[in-house]
């Protein structure tokens, strides 16, 4: 009997023990959960804290949580607002300090600098938002110095080839364009020559004035092939042609450029100089990967750029990832006075000869090596006329043969100037005397057109996808009842037609194309699709579902001639297809793209005489061989 009642208080002792343990376990759980509660912003728990300094007490108003004090706990409920507990003076003030450090986070993480990379305003908010820096780049970094370092969506471009998935909303992106309409500015509308028809969209009107003077460049064009002579004024027209039919009117000019190879940069400098000069500022658009930072760099080494700034002035981030830029980069536009343009047209003069003879080499070390790509691209030197005069150790009397800047016409402020780039090495607009009076050239977001396909696309897809050197026609015979395959994403149907006729394609050397009958080219595309031999798309499963499937869209087209192109059929990003069939016959074709985004008819042809560029056909196969890149000079 002594020994049960021993095991009876043993177990009662062990109990208590047990429940008191629980209640001190949850007592300190429930004051974590409080000191926390109330360090982070953006409480979802507190959603009151107001402090009485004279009774040094602290209210904290919540729903549905238990907190405790040294004297006993309550319940915070919805209909009774919590009873008052006293913290020592010490505590109180120094939970103060931690409360007004967590209000003003938010506002210390914006900065008022921007990528000079993208053109986004730095922050330390949100990382999928443009413009991200962590907060620990910018804790030990004076402003100087920020304005040097680039945000983390360029750096991962720049270094690792790779690009964050930032979002940019269409509001985000119509504020930043806003201002165009509202400036006496002329507009540059950037066309990407491999795909014209989808680039030109109507979208560009909408940030343009009517009466806004534009100026057309055609971008790429060292990849465009030559289909004989006069092809360039050609495109130019063709160019023209397509601008007034998205309603750009108040045109001002065409121009061709490349702004990998430098070809007709100085071309298009010229014109702006003696045609615009500085009557406004100017603003670059077009839709994305069309090449506009690309541009912007090959610009910032040309006189159309102040030459004592250009070397300060961080380059735009080139990637082929589309929408690189998310903000407006800029810098201060050259004054063309008349003794700079005599300056500058003498060094053109002096380098014309140069480059004739330059072109004269390629044309011969393409014949000797039998036709290499690389020496058969369009280029063009870029270059300032006037960085030479600005040197360390220049002398009065170089103000006898050279005017400065308008901006910078002391011999002191020179000094100056060239101080500040030895310390600094980065331009800021207050380095100018008067920025207010400089005018600007702008690079600007580009514009997301729903109906190009790379936007779909991932970025190893897009890379086999777009063309890095001169692209060779390809020519095939196609018999009506057979279908052609370019890539994983574009498809031609030969409905009905009396003979065969020419497909020619133009789009990247690497990618593969595949002619097979109509009523097996559904069992080809499956089986194939994300494989090799279509090449393109290429990735897991969960990728691969994310592309939209085909939608057709039949075509009715008439013939001019075995030696000139009817119309091209263009498939959006990937390139297009020039047909080529019999004077007055009729055909019909249903082309294929994801979701039907796109597919267009283009009449005239881009390359009328195109399908003439062709070897001779390849026995027992619809292909043609490719002519060799020394016709393409």
Same mark, same amino acid.
């Given at each position: 009997?002594?020994?049960?009642?021993?095991?009876?208080?043993?177990?009662?002792?062990?109990?208590?023990?047990?429940?008191? $343990?629980?209640?001190?376990?949850?007592?300190?759980?429930?004051?974590?959960? =409080?000191?926390?509660?109330?360090?982070?912003?953006? *409480?979802?728990?507190?959603?009151?804290?107001?402090?009485?300094?004279?009774?040094?007490?602290?209210?904290?108003?919540?729903?549905?949580?238990?907190?405790?004090?040294?004297?006993?706990?309550?319940?915070? !409920?919805?209909?009774?607002?919590?009873? !008052?507990?006293?913290?020592?003076? &010490?505590?109180?003030?120094?939970?103060? @300090?931690?409360?007004?450090?967590?209000?003003?986070?938010?506002?210390?993480?914006?900065?008022?600098?921007?990528?000079?990379?993208?053109?986004?305003?730095?922050?330390?908010?949100?990382?999928?938002?443009?413009?991200?820096?962590?907060?620990?780049?910018?804790?030990?970094?004076?402003?100087?110095?920020?304005?040097?370092?680039?945000?983390? @969506?360029? %750096?991962?471009?720049?270094? %690792?080839?790779?690009? #964050?998935?930032?979002? +940019?909303?269409?509001?985000?992106?119509?504020?930043?364009?806003?201002?165009?309409?509202?400036?006496?500015?002329?507009?540059?509308?950037?066309?990407?020559?491999?795909?014209?028809?989808?680039? #030109?969209?109507?979208?560009?009107?909408?940030?343009?004035?009517?009466?806004?003077?534009?100026?057309?460049?055609?971008?790429?064009?060292?990849?465009?092939?030559?289909?004989?002579?006069?092809?360039?004024?050609?495109?130019?027209?063709?160019?023209?042609?397509?601008?007034?039919?998205?309603?750009?009117?108040?045109?001002?000019?065409?121009?061709?450029?490349?702004?990998?190879?430098?070809?007709?940069?100085?071309?298009? =400098?010229?014109?702006?100089?003696?045609?615009?000069?500085?009557?406004?500022?100017?603003?670059?658009?077009?839709?994305?990967?069309?090449?506009?930072?690309?541009?912007?760099?090959?610009?910032?080494?040309?006189?159309?750029? +102040?030459?004592?700034?250009?070397? +300060?002035?961080?380059?735009?981030?080139?990637?082929?990832?589309?929408? !690189?830029?998310?903000?407006?980069?800029?810098?201060?536009?050259?004054?063309?006075?008349?003794? &700079?343009? %005599?300056?500058?047209?003498? @060094?053109? /003069?002096?380098?014309?000869?140069? +480059?004739?003879?330059?072109?004269? *080499?390629?044309?011969?070390?393409?014949?000797?090596?039998?036709?290499?790509?690389?020496?058969?691209?369009? &280029?063009?030197?870029?270059?300032? !006329?006037?960085?030479?005069?600005?040197?360390?150790?220049?002398?009065?009397?170089?103000?006898?043969?050279?005017? $400065?800047?308008?901006?910078?016409?002391?011999?002191?402020?020179?000094?100056?100037?060239?101080?500040?780039?030895?310390?600094?090495?980065?331009?800021?607009?207050?380095?100018?005397?008067?920025?207010? /009076?400089?005018?600007?050239?702008?690079?600007?977001?580009?514009?997301?057109?729903?109906?190009?396909?790379?936007?779909?696309?991932?970025?190893?897809?897009?890379?086999?996808?777009?063309?890095?050197?001169?692209?060779?026609?390809?020519?095939?015979?196609?018999?009506?009842?057979?279908?052609?395959?370019?890539?994983?994403?574009?498809?031609?149907?030969?409905?009905?037609?009396?003979?065969?006729?020419?497909?020619?394609?133009?789009?990247?050397?690497? #990618?593969?194309?595949?002619?097979?009958?109509?009523?097996?080219?559904?069992?080809?595309?499956?089986?194939?699709?994300?494989?090799?031999?279509?090449?393109?798309?290429?990735?897991?499963?969960?990728?691969?579902?994310?592309?939209?499937?085909?939608?057709?869209?039949?075509?009715?087209?008439?013939?001019?001639?075995?030696?000139?192109?009817?119309?091209?059929?263009? *498939?959006?990003?990937?390139?297009?297809?020039?047909?080529?069939?019999?004077?007055?016959?009729?055909?019909?074709?249903?082309?294929?793209?994801?979701?039907?985004?796109?597919?267009?008819? &283009?009449?005239?042809? $881009?390359?009328?005489?195109?399908?003439?560029?062709?070897?001779?056909?390849?026995?027992?196969?619809?292909? %043609?061989?490719?002519?060799?890149?020394?016709?393409?000079?």
């Amino acid at each position: 009997m002594l020994t049960a009642r021993r095991v009876l208080i043993f177990l009662n002792s062990r109990i208590t023990w047990n429940t008191n $343990f629980i209640k001190h376990k949850s007592k300190i759980a429930r004051k974590k959960i =409080v000191q926390q509660d109330v360090v982070k912003p953006n *409480l979802s728990l507190i959603s009151e804290l107001y402090f009485n300094e004279n009774e040094q007490q602290m209210h904290i108003q919540s729903k549905d949580t238990t907190f405790e004090d040294r004297t006993g706990s309550y319940e915070a !409920t919805d209909n009774k607002p919590p009873e !008052t507990f006293v913290r020592h003076g &010490r505590k109180v003030s120094r939970l103060r @300090r931690k409360i007004n450090s967590v209000e003003k986070d938010d506002t210390e993480q914006l900065i008022n600098v921007i990528c000079k990379g993208c053109g986004s305003k730095f922050h330390s908010i949100d990382p999928n938002k443009p413009g991200y820096i962590p907060k620990d780049k910018t804790e030990d970094t004076t402003g100087e110095s920020l304005s040097s370092l680039l945000c983390q @969506r360029c %750096y991962y471009m720049q270094r %690792y080839n790779t690009a #964050l998935d930032i979002a +940019m909303s269409q509001e985000e992106y119509k504020a930043v364009l806003s201002r165009i309409q509202q400036e006496k500015a002329l507009v540059i509308v950037l066309v990407d020559l491999l795909d014209p028809s989808n680039s #030109l969209c109507r979208e560009l009107g909408n940030y343009l004035h009517p009466k806004q003077p534009v100026f057309i460049v055609g971008n790429k064009v060292d990849l465009i092939p030559k289909d004989g002579k006069g092809y360039l004024e050609r495109i130019k027209d063709n160019l023209e042609k397509q601008a007034m039919q998205v309603g750009l009117k108040n045109i001002k000019g065409i121009q061709l450029t490349s702004a990998k190879t430098g070809y007709g940069i100085e071309s298009m =400098v010229t014109k702006l100089l003696k045609h615009w000069n500085r009557k406004g500022h100017i603003f670059l658009l077009g839709c994305t990967n069309a090449g506009k930072s690309s541009l912007f760099n090959a610009l910032l080494n040309s006189d159309l750029c +102040m030459s004592h700034v250009s070397d +300060m002035i961080q380059r735009a981030t080139i990637s082929i990832w589309p929408g !690189t830029t998310l903000g407006l980069l800029k810098f201060p536009i050259l004054s063309a006075t008349p003794h &700079r343009l %005599y300056q500058r047209v003498l @060094r053109l /003069k002096q380098e014309h000869s140069a +480059m004739q003879e330059e072109h004269e *080499l390629r044309s011969l070390k393409l014949k000797e090596s039998g036709g290499k790509i690389h020496h058969a691209l369009l &280029r063009g030197d870029v270059k300032s !006329t006037f960085k030479q005069y600005i040197e360390k150790d220049f002398k009065p009397h170089d103000i006898a043969t050279f005017s $400065f800047d308008s901006d910078l016409c002391d011999i002191a402020e020179q000094k100056q100037y060239i101080k500040k780039k030895e310390e600094k090495q980065v331009f800021e607009d207050s380095d100018l005397p008067a920025p207010e /009076k400089t005018r600007w050239f702008y690079d600007t977001p580009g514009l997301i057109n729903s109906s190009q396909i790379m936007n779909h696309l991932s970025q190893d897809d897009l890379e086999r996808m777009t063309p890095n050197t001169l692209i060779i026609p390809r020519t095939y015979i196609i018999k009506p009842g057979y279908s052609i395959l370019l890539t994983g994403l574009s498809r031609i149907d030969y409905l009905q037609g009396e003979a065969a006729i020419y497909f020619t394609v133009l789009a990247a050397n690497r #990618l593969p194309v595949n002619v097979c009958k109509i009523s097996e080219v559904d069992q080809f595309y499956m089986e194939n699709f994300g494989q090799d031999k279509l090449a393109v798309p290429q990735g897991l499963d969960v990728y691969l579902n994310t592309i939209p499937s085909f939608v057709g869209k039949e075509v009715h087209l008439t013939g001019t001639g075995w030696e000139t192109c009817a119309a091209d059929v263009q *498939l959006s990003s990937i390139g297009w297809v020039a047909i080529t069939a019999g004077t007055g016959m009729a055909i019909t074709l249903r082309c294929f793209t994801p979701d039907g985004a796109g597919c267009l008819i &283009r009449d005239p042809p $881009f390359l009328q005489y195109i399908v003439n560029v062709r070897g001779r056909r390849i026995r027992g196969t619809p292909a %043609y061989h490719m002519k060799s890149a020394k016709f393409m000079m």
